[in-house]
Nanobody, 117 residues
Framework: HVQLVESGGGLVQPGGSLRLSCAAS????????MGWYRQAPGKERELVAT???????NYADSVKGRFTISRDNVKNTVDLQMNSLKPEDTNVYYC???????????WGQGTQVTVSS
């Protein structure tokens, strides 16, 4: 039984910061590439950042220098620190796990991030 439980979303002013967290259970955490994706109404879900079990990260150009992804392989969590937030960052943010052994993808329920004054 796989669960990805997200927290930390909310309303923030432009230029502000939020930290999202995803707690994973039911998976062999270190076998999974973890990621954060986002989706606005009427838009495709897009990659924000990914991180391998060894800590190698990848970011969308739109968030480079502002967002940082990290993981804790003891607590089985993956976080997304979001700084210098812009209105265009307003989205539902989803946690993703990809098991490289089973080639299986799992998604969290999504958490709303709204950047507005």
């Amino acid at each position: 039984h796989v669960q990805l439980v997200e927290s930390g979303g909310g309303l923030v002013q432009p230029g502000g910061s939020l930290r999202l967290s995803c707690a994973a259970s039911g998976i062999v955490f270190r076998r999974n590439v973890m990621g954060w994706y986002r989706q606005a109404p009427g838009k495709e879900r897009e990659l924000v950042a990914t991180i391998t079990s060894g800590g190698l990260s990848n970011y969308a150009d739109s968030v480079k220098g502002r967002f940082t992804i990290s993981r804790d392989n003891v607590k089985n969590t993956v976080d997304l620190q979001m700084n210098s937030l812009k209105p265009e960052d307003t989205n539902v943010y989803y946690c993703k796990a990809y098991d490289i052994y089973y080639a299986s993808t799992y998604w969290g329920q999504g958490t709303q991030v709204t950047v507005s004054s």
